[in-house]
Nanobody, 121 residues
Framework: QVQLVESGGGLVQAGGSLRLSCAAS????????MGWYRQAPGKQRELVAD???????NYADSGKGRFTISRDNAKNTVYLQMNSLKPEDTAVYYC???????????????WGQGTQVTVSS
């Protein structure tokens, strides 16, 4: 019913930048929150940043001052601009959205397939 498609991952040197994008599609009535999580090998998935439809943002301490989340509500798309990347930012980054569909009018969480971000030292 809802698909999240991420793009923008890749390999970058420490200090470099990447911009991730995630577009949601399907029978979407409303999206309350869109955000990014990441999971490094051997670690639990953790929040990177999220943003409500009203523009409120929430960042993990690890990304404050370096990462910026933005959102285009008309396009159901969320972005993550990552600057001053560090090797410890290496992880698979997953897009998440809390969505109401036309068929199921209750909030459900959906996930993208993940995009690899690798930061070399």
């Amino acid at each position: 019913q809802v698909q999240l498609v991420e793009s923008g991952g890749g390999l970058v040197q420490a200090g470099g930048s990447l911009r991730l994008s995630c577009a949601a599609s399907g029978s979407i009535l409303s999206i309350a929150v869109m955000g990014w999580y990441r999971q490094a090998p051997g670690k639990q998935r953790e929040l990177v940043a999220d943003m409500t439809s009203g523009g409120s943002t929430n960042y993990a301490d690890s990304g404050k001052g370096r990462f910026t989340i933005s959102r285009d509500n008309a396009k159901n798309t969320v972005y993550l601009q990552m600057n001053s990347l560090k090797p410890e930012d290496t992880a698979v980054y997953y897009c998440n959205a809390r969505v109401q569909t036309y068929a199921i009018r209750r909030w459900s969480d959906y996930w993208g397939q993940g995009t690899q971000v690798t930061v070399s030292s």
